[in-house]
């Protein structure tokens, strides 16, 4: 009998630069260390943290400018383009597309077509017949998608994001494993120690660790 895979739930938004380059390190967590993933969105809701844009202070648009210059080193370091956002996104479309994708068994040249293309000022993930143009560019029925944007999308994808916030996620790449949250591309190791060694997390978490 064969033992179940340990798994790893991972939050994602397509539009976040950090996700991106975290993205192919995630992926190898399968090959290295035998995880099954679970991807799901996590659709950053820009204004509500950021403020809009006429709020934002000179302090703001440094950590911001270091923000984008800091991924772009990660993303040159494994030869991914990165060019930064033309504006503000709501990115619902593509984690709706996400959703989609997994259903018909789409999700990898999915989801690496959509990072890919937005990175690359190729794809408007905040317009839905670009997003449809993606399901069919890799193999998936644009007229199915869009019935499910219209349908159940928005209802699915609403309780996903509350799901992850009773776990304590608030940005991405989040990573949760046995209960355990992990933000950013940064704490892969750390994930990867816990993996390892599940043990660790009582005395990481010391008197914080909830059996």
Do not use: C
Not at 29 to 56: A, K
Not at 128 to 143: E, F
Request: hydrophobic share 40%; proline share 5%; glycine share 8%.
């Amino acid at each position: 009998m064969m033992m179940e895979k340990p798994r790893v739930r991972i939050y994602t938004d397509y539009k976040s630069p950090y996700a991106y380059v975290a993205n192919k390190r995630l992926f190898e967590l399968e090959e290295t260390h035998g995880v099954e993933l679970e991807w799901l969105p996590y659709t950053l809701r820009i204004p509500e943290f950021m403020g809009t844009v006429e709020e934002r202070t000179p302090h703001f648009w440094r950590k911001v400018r270091y923000a984008y210059m800091d991924a772009r080193r990660f993303a040159n370091a494994q030869g991914l383009t990165m060019k930064g956002p033309r504006r503000i996104y709501d990115a619902f479309y593509a984690s709706a597309g996400m959703l989609f994708a997994q259903r018909h068994g789409l999700f990898r040249p999915y989801h690496d077509t959509v990072f890919r293309k937005f990175w690359n000022h190729e794809l408007e993930i905040d317009e839905l017949p670009a997003i449809a143009g993606v399901i069919t560019a890799v193999g998936g029925s644009a007229d199915a998608f869009e019935a499910y944007v219209r349908g159940p999308a928005r209802a699915e994808h609403d309780r996903i994001i509350d799901e992850a916030e009773a776990l304590g996620v608030f940005g991405v790449p989040s990573m949760v494993f046995n209960g355990e949250l992990f933000w950013g591309g940064d704490r892969i190791d750390m994930l990867i120690e816990r993996i390892k060694q599940p043990e660790t997390i009582a005395i990481a978490l010391g008197s914080r660790h909830r059996t």
